[in-house]
């Protein structure tokens, strides 16, 4: 062998062995199954839009009378939106009950009044009648001891018999009207004690009856513009409505300050945190954009009807100024906030996004095969997630695992996709 071959072999030898290393932890392109992509920067920008209304920062709120604890009819109550002074009237309550119970109470306690009379009277002529019976006895019980019969020689046996029966009787009647007595005193004095419970108790009645008479009306106790309570179904608080004690009938905002309530749809709702920006509109003047910030999110999402069963999270705007000639509250606004906005970012589909020793990875591609690239992701919306770094603008990556083509075997036991990290759905 010449020495012209022996060198053009070793340079062979040498080329294959830096192959093989250069490949060392690549994957070799798998061909035509493997869909690629080439990644270019661009402005990314994602809004939630939500619709709501106006609501006051603060607000002075009127409801019920807490006393006396019992339902309440209303048999009158202001204009939704009516401007008030202060001292005029809000609402006005039905009487009819409460009378009624104001006038039981106090034949209760008439008929209570009557009945002690009754009983202490009762009382007196038994305690009287009592005395004289016990008076009666210890008479007795003194006579038959005087003249008790004891002597042997004057009287006979049967007589002396007969004398410590008779002084044992008059003894024990007198025993029996003393404690007969005692027993009638106490029992006269139970039974004015329970009629003066139920004295105390009409008593009592009529007390709450008259403390509820007059707290019959709600006034206002500053002027303002009064804005009714409504129920699930957006009705306000009526004429003839059943009201308990503290329940809101309404309130009377704080025009100066406003701010956006809005409602967000459960799906869009998962990056939504305070301190996003937003942007207002009026539904009154939609050309007139507002700027604000997020305050607050509800924990829990609710339905804004029962009979449709899309849920919300009630999400809180703050307006940074407050127009007060345009903005009223429960004035309509539709709004727009703001999750991400940059103006130059590299996205990926979210399935091009795998896990490998517990870090996110995309695999990119090299001339030797697709290799794996460690990615630090960001904010995501519509199947797409923003890739902080790890990738370059221009880079060629795969849209899923390559290498799930070679742990199956052929086409069909291929994995259906790519293994997804957790924050890449």
């Not at 030898?13 to 290393?21: K, T």
């Not at 924990?299 to 703050?318: E, I, K």
């Not at 991400?340 to 001339?367: F, H, M, N």
Request: charged share 30%.
């Amino acid at each position: 062998m010449s020495r012209t071959t022996i060198a053009a072999a070793a340079i062979t030898a040498i080329a294959l062995a830096a192959a093989a290393v250069w490949t060392i932890g690549a994957v070799t392109a798998p061909g035509p199954d493997v869909p690629t992509m080439t990644v270019r920067a661009a402005p990314f920008r994602v809004r939630v839009t939500a619709e709501g209304n106006l609501a006051a920062v603060n607000a002075t709120p009127l409801g019920a009378p807490i006393k006396p604890q019992m339902p309440f009819t209303l048999a009158w109550i202001v204009e939704d939106g009516s401007v008030v002074a202060e001292g005029d009237v809000i609402a006005r309550f039905d009487a009819a009950q409460l009378e009624k119970d104001r006038d039981d109470g106090l034949s209760d306690r008439r008929i209570s009044d009557h009945r002690i009379g009754a009983a202490e009277t009762g009382r007196e002529v038994g305690v009287d009648k009592l005395d004289r019976d016990v008076e009666v006895s210890e008479r007795e019980l003194e006579v038959a001891r005087e003249f008790q019969s004891t002597d042997s020689i004057v009287y006979s046996k049967m007589e002396i018999v007969e004398s410590e029966i008779d002084a044992e009787l008059a003894e024990t009647r007198a025993d029996h009207a003393r404690d007969a007595q005692d027993i009638q005193d106490r029992l006269s004095g139970a039974e004015i004690e329970l009629l003066s419970i139920e004295r105390r108790k009409a008593a009592i009645r009529v007390e709450q009856a008259e403390e509820g008479l007059a707290a019959l009306e709600v006034r206002s106790p500053h002027a303002g513009l009064v804005m009714l309570e409504r129920d699930w179904q957006g009705n306000p608080v009526r004429v003839g409505d059943t009201v308990w004690p503290g329940e809101p009938l309404a309130k009377i905002p704080d025009l100066g300050e406003m701010q956006a309530e809005v409602f967000v749809l459960e799906a869009d709702a998962g990056d939504l945190e305070p301190g996003l920006r937003a942007t207002v509109w009026l539904e009154a003047d939609p050309a007139t954009s507002h700027p604000a910030s997020l305050k607050s999110i509800d924990p829990m999402a609710g339905r804004r009807n029962r009979r449709v069963p899309v849920q919300y999270f009630r999400t809180v705007l703050a307006l940074e100024q407050t127009d007060t000639a345009t903005m009223k509250p429960g004035a309509r606004v539709h709004a727009e906030i703001t999750i991400a906005d940059l103006e130059s970012a590299i996205t990926v589909p979210k399935q091009a996004v795998c896990s490998l020793e517990g870090k996110s990875v995309v695999y990119r591609w090299r001339r030797s095969g697709f290799e794996p690239a460690v990615v630090e992701l960001g904010p995501a919306a519509l199947g797409r997630v923003v890739v902080l770094s790890g990738l370059e603008d221009g880079d060629q990556m795969a849209l899923r695992d390559p290498t799930a083509a070679d742990e199956g075997g052929d086409e069909g036991d291929r994995p259906a996709g790519p293994v997804v990290p957790g924050g890449a759905s």
